[in-house]
């Protein structure tokens, strides 16, 4: 029956192009949607899976609240010759007020990440200039806390860590003197209420001498994660730290969570739907004498049912193959833009295992579940009716 099923698909070599150019259309939507909507954090990326390998003071984690502990920074010497870690970053990580005349300014505390721009570009500064490695009172903010709080690139600023801060006092010891050098473009995250500093203004912020919150590690190989981990945890044995793997993986539920992604997306999972449909349909509908004579013949509706699945999957498979293709050479340049448009070094959009599992997935079952309506409505008509058609 697939060797049937084939053949009279190709029999109408341009229906079969054209709906399977409707189904590429509709997976390079769904794979774009989904890898725009599972927006990483920094980290190692693996195919859409994201790692975070970090070091910590045992028992001091990074909560909402309040940011403890640290960690002598000569520990990344201890490491640094593991065959599989590419380089570890320490960072001071740290909640600040913005205060002005012994008032706190800024709402909330906003969190800080004190780390060169060696090893996390994050963003790429729109105006102004980013910090260098040296300075130890230079930040960069979000246009979107620039305009809330009415900040401009050359302002001296007032800062204060949360945690010196009690019952709303403000001590002047604590008070910390910074300029704004870089305002990046807004991300619509919560990266709009991150400021940015070098290492050595966390530091300068923490008062801290050579100690770290926290340091991140980049792998080569992120395959070799947990392998690395453990090599890692061997070597810190005698340290009070912690070594964490931190794993994002791909939710598919997440894009529902954006109105336009769930629009988009269902757009073109009809597009797909809609594609195999028509073409099933059309099909049987101009090849009924052909299945007449097959069930003239004896044939079971089972055989009959399996024609056209078999048909729709058909289509299914060339539609995605294609657009697979399609949106990898598309994502890989979408990248070259991103990057060169935010400065963000790693490759976001990755067209995951489980991306493609996903998109190919939608297809697969619409094409199945509209393939039984036309098998169900030939299996019903008279045999004779059908020998009959032209």
């Known amino acids: 029956m697939f060797r049937l099923a084939l053949k009279m698909l190709l029999n109408k070599k341009l229906r079969l192009v054209l709906s399977s150019l409707g189904i590429t259309i509709g997976v390079f939507i769904m794979i774009f949607i989904l890898c725009i909507s599972v927006f990483p954090s920094t980290g190692n990326i ?20 309040e940011i403890t502990g640290s960690v002598d920074e000569n520990i990344a010497n201890k490491i640094k010759n593991i065959e599989n870690i590419n380089r570890v970053a320490p960072v001071v990580e740290t909640f600040l007020f913005f205060i002005e005349d012994n008032k706190i300014v800024t709402q909330i505390p906003s969190l800080f990440l004190g780390i060169d721009t060696e090893y996390l570009p994050l963003f790429k500064v729109k105006e102004g200039e980013y910090y260098s490695k040296n300075d ?21 600023v007032c800062v204060i860590p949360s945690k010196t801060i009690h019952a709303g006092i403000v001590s002047s010891e604590n008070k910390k003197e910074v300029e704004i050098t870089g305002i990046f473009e807004n991300t619509e995250t919560p990266n709009d209420a991150i400021v940015f500093g070098s290492y050595s203004t966390g530091k300068y912020l923490n008062n801290f001498q050579d100690r770290a919150t926290v340091f991140y590690v980049e792998l080569k190989d992120v395959k070799k994660v947990e392998e690395t981990k453990n090599e890692m945890k061997e070597k810190l044995k005698d340290c009070n730290v912690e070594v964490k793997v931190e794993t994002k993986k791909v939710k598919i539920f997440r894009i529902f969570e954006n109105l336009t992604s769930t629009i988009l997306f269902i757009v073109a999972l009809f597009n797909v739907a809609f594609s195999s449909f ?12 052909e299945i007449g004579m097959l069930k003239a013949i004896g044939i079971p509706k089972r ?31 979408f990248n070259e833009i991103f990057i060169s448009a935010t400065g963000i070094t790693a490759k976001f959009f990755a067209l995951s295992p489980q991306v493609i599992f996903y998109a190919v997935l939608f297809p697969f079952l619409a094409a ?16 004779i009716k059908m020998l009959k058609s032209r």
Do not use: M
């Not at 930040?139 to 001296?156: C, M, Q």
């Not at 199945?368 to 045999?383: D, E, G, I, Q, R």
């Open 136 to 156: 130890k009172n230079k930040i960069i903010i979000s246009k979107a806390f620039s305009e809330k709080y009415r900040l401009s690139i050359g302002d001296i």
């Open 368 to 383: 199945f579940l509209v393939s039984l309506y036309p098998a169900y409505k030939v299996t019903k008509t008279k045999t």
């Open 303 to 333: 055989a009959i049912v399996k024609l056209f699945i078999y048909q729709g999957l058909i289509i299914s498979a060339l539609g995605c193959f294609v657009g697979i293709i399609v949106s990898a050479i598309f994502l890989e340049k």
């Open 278 to 289: 028509k073409s099933i349909s059309s099909n049987a509908s101009e090849q009924e004498k």
């Open 46 to 65: 693996e195919g859409g899976i994201y790692k975070d390998i970090t070091i910590s003071e045992k028992g001091k984690i990074s909560a909402e609240e």
